[in-house]
């Protein structure tokens, strides 16, 4: 079911003014934004590769590690902070890059931007976000902790110039995704003939604002969207990257990279191997390879490879503070949210994504009280036990 534009403000209007009640659980979110998204825009986010059994996977791979609480710590001030590599944030999770979310909400990632700067927790925007990086760099404000995602276009002057501008936006680090060089076999997608980037130019504006991405262009992108899509679905393409490319990637930018996608103990130890300062463990929320691991299982398997002090950030499947504490405990640095905060801005714009940061940091704060924990490095394999 989708509702009207006037219909859907006037649900905002009275979510903000408290006449309607925010959704609490993930599930319920989902639901209300189903209720005010057109279909296509709902199952693109909510859909997975094939089956999407990846996707439930990575919820069920949570259910057998319980956390082990604590007693009597006296545990009156809790610091839940993490650093990694040099990205800050007061609680132990940012957001992920996820694409097109102005099929969410016609703020798109600017309201995500605002939400995120308000309650301090950093942002990874995507190469395939509906606004360049530049303004939401702006929109974020200099202070504001924040990463670029990179989904490495196949012409490399392409690629340097949005590395160049990433560095000079004032991104502090590059999440390089390497498990979608081509897009994963998505049924609820292919059903209804949907790619965004073909579509009014939504998802391409890191490339419709390039300059070298423009000289490529027959015509300019606003005199020919459809054109200026197809062209950038033919530069994401890029099945042809590999490890030896990477050396180009370290010498052309001066900000640390973190592999994301990364799902086997080899590809973090070549990874660690290869200089690349850190890897996120995900499967990019089950909608790339249908059957594949649970990112938690993974985490547990790539941790033990790379030893501690190796940054990892995990994601794909986090939905609660137990998920984010249980992540912590098996390894993560830290993790990120993708869908839960997708969903918050579908349902009430900048307001919904930040409903979705305060219930999730308040959770952490509580549930870290009744376990015990003062601060993230407090947890470790001795916070969890598998039923
Ligand atoms: C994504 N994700 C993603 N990842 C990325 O590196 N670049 C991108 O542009 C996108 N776009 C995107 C769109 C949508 C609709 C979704 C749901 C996801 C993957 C994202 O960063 C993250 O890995 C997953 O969303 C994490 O899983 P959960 O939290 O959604 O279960």
Redesign the pocket.
């Known amino acids: 079911m989708s509702v009207e534009p006037e219909e859907r403000r006037e649900r905002e209007r009275r979510y903000a003014s408290g006449e309607l009640k925010w959704p609490l659980a993930f599930e319920e979110w989902q639901t209300a934004a189903e209720e005010v998204l057109p279909a296509r825009a709902f199952d ?3 859909g ?1 590769a094939g089956t999407e059994t990846t ?1 439930r996977a ?2 069920e791979a949570f259910y057998p590690w319980r956390l082990r609480p604590r007693m009597l710590t006296g545990n009156t001030e809790r610091d839940l902070s993490v650093n990694v590599l040099g990205l800050r944030s007061p609680m132990p999770y940012l957001l ?6 102005s ?1 969410m909400h016609p703020d798109g990632e600017l309201a995500v931007c605002r939400a995120a700067a308000a309650a301090g927790i950093p942002y ?1 925007v ?4 509906s606004h360049t990086m530049e303004d939401m760099a702006k929109e974020m404000g200099a202070e504001h902790p924040k990463w670029f ?1 990179f ?1 490495w276009p196949n012409d490399r002057e392409v690629a340097a110039s949005f590395l160049d501008r990433a560095a000079n936006a004032g991104y502090q680090g590059i ?1 390089l ?1 390497v ?2 060089l081509t897009l994963g076999w998505r049924d609820r997608d292919m059903k209804t003939f949907f790619l965004p980037f073909l579509e009014d130019g939504q ?1 391409i504006a890191q490339y419709a604002s390039d300059p070298v991405f423009r000289s490529r262009l027959a015509k300019a992108p606003e005199e020919d969207w459809a054109h200026a899509g197809g062209t950038m679905v033919g530069m994401f393409q890029h099945v042809a990257l590999n490890w030896d490319d990477l050396t180009w990637l370290r010498e052309r930018t001066e900000l640390p990279v973190l592999l ?2 990364i799902l086997t103990s080899e590809d973090a130890v070549r990874a660690r191997d290869s200089g690349i300062h850190g890897i ?1 463990v ?6 790339q390879v249908d059957g594949a691991v649970a ?1 938690l299982d993974a985490l547990v398997e790539v941790r033990e490879a790379v030893g501690t002090g190796y940054p990892i950030v995990m ?5 609660r503070a137990p998920d984010v504490l249980k992540a912590l405990a098996l390894g993560a640095d830290a993790v ?5 905060y ?1 969903w918050g801005l579908a349902v009430g714009g900048q307001a919904g994504v930040a409903q979705v940061l305060t219930s999730l940091s308040g959770e952490l704060d509580v549930t870290a009280t009744l376990i015990g924990i003062r601060s993230a490095a407090d947890l470790d394999r001795s916070s969890v036990t598998r039923a």
């Open positions: 693109y986010v909510a997975a996707m990575n919820r992920a890059p996820v694409g097109v979310l099929l990874c995507s190469s395939a976000a995602q989904y999440e995704t498990d979608t998802g994301k996608g996120v995900s499967n990019h929320g089950g909608r990112a994601d794909s499947g986090i939905r990120q949210i993708g869908r839960p997708a």
